[in-house]
């Protein structure tokens, strides 16, 4: 197949090897330099491909992208057009139904992860682990996101037991039979790092670039961070219910020995002295009280997850899958070698079922 930037790409009926999942929300500054970037890299890996960006309710524009991207290459870029934003752990859901490869590359969009370092998680993968991890080395970020990070990371850790350094990069790589797995669970609040490591046998993390944000802000706020915090503590873990019994356990204890405390004192120096403390008495009652709002704030938050489940509602609704129709024409025509580029603004790329050509660049 002859495209007009004079690349050459054989056609073979194959499967694609590996599948790169991008959720974009917003990211049309980034897009075109992404979509260029990635085409390059996973040329450079001669190994048949698919790019699949699922646009979860932008409105700037990203969406008109997505759709002329996969409008020029279809079969090898796959656009996943979503009615409304969801969230990135849902989109990148929603993409997941549409992979073929075995190994399964997640990525965000706005460029901090490079798409160079895919053939770095894929060397890896290939080696035989089920899941690999990245750590952002160093980190671009400000110290607020910095610190934040690191505690869920702790947190991650101390609730499921595995010690990845980085659970807040979305550059990994997963086995065909882990995603699977995911697809599997219907659980709406997903954190696709520390549940693909629910079902993984062999795990590792290796290091990679990070770059600052050059066009486009951070789509995670504040709020949106302590949200994220509560969903991971809640939908992947009991751990904050043992905690409570634990601390339950503990203040129980403590106002025991504070009362027999206060009995002895009122032995050794009277009714007045008790009378002094009351303040005291006060401040401790208020504690205890500030404890058992918190403690049925948790509970009320793990019913609440509970109801969400029950209602058994979708996490995401496809609205429209782009690029994968004209792919089929393509495969059922004889002189489907004869076809050009269109003169978009994206490179020549392999397709979504071709085998490798040495020779073959991004433009």
Not at 185 to 205: D, Q
Not at 283 to 298: D, H, K, V, W
Not at 348 to 356: E, G, H, N
């Amino acid at each position: 197949m002859q495209l007009s930037g004079g690349k050459n790409i054989i056609m073979e009926n194959q499967q694609p090897e590996i599948s790169i999942v991008i959720p974009v929300f917003n990211e049309a500054d980034s897009l075109g330099e992404l979509i260029i970037r990635c085409v390059k890299t996973c040329n450079g890996m001669e190994r048949a491909y698919e790019i699949i960006l699922v646009d979860d309710g932008s409105s700037d524009g990203s969406r008109d992208m997505i759709e002329a991207a996969s409008d020029q290459y279809p079969g090898v870029i796959i656009g996943v057009l979503l009615n409304r934003n969801y969230g990135q752990h849902s989109a990148i859901m929603a993409g997941f139904t549409q992979t073929r490869g075995e190994i399964i590359v997640t990525l965000d969009a706005d460029l901090q992860n490079p798409p160079e370092e895919i053939p770095k998680l894929v060397r890896k993968a290939d080696e035989g682990f089920d899941v690999v991890g990245t750590v952002r080395v160093p980190r671009q970020d400000t110290l607020f996101r910095r610190v934040a990070s690191h505690m869920v990371n702790k947190m991650v850790q101390m609730s499921t037991g595995v010690a990845m350094q980085d659970y807040g990069c979305m550059l990994r790589a997963y086995r065909r039979h882990i995603v699977a797995a995911m697809m599997q669970c219907s659980e709406r609040s997903t954190f696709i790092p520390v549940l693909a490591n629910t079902f993984a046998g062999r795990t590792t993390e290796i290091e990679v670039a990070h770059a600052e944000r050059t066009a486009g802000d951070s789509k995670y706020s504040i709020w949106k961070l302590i949200n994220l915090q509560f969903d991971l503590l809640t939908s992947m873990t009991t751990f904050p219910l043992r905690l409570l019994n634990v601390l339950g356990g503990i203040i129980s204890l403590f106002g025991v020995g504070f009362g027999l405390f206060l009995f002895i004192m009122r032995l050794i120096h009277g009714a007045e002295w008790a009378a002094s403390g009351v303040f005291t008495l006060f401040a401790l009652l208020f504690i205890f009280i500030g404890a058992q709002f918190l403690a049925m704030g948790l509970l009320g938050e793990y019913i609440g997850r509970i109801y969400s489940d029950v209602r058994a509602r979708p996490r995401y609704f496809i609205e429209k899958i782009t690029g994968v129709s004209r792919m089929e024409e393509i495969k059922n025509t004889e002189d489907a070698g004869h076809m050009t580029n269109s003169g978009g603004n994206f490179p020549s790329v392999r397709s979504r079922t071709c085998s490798p050509d040495p020779q073959t660049d991004a433009t």
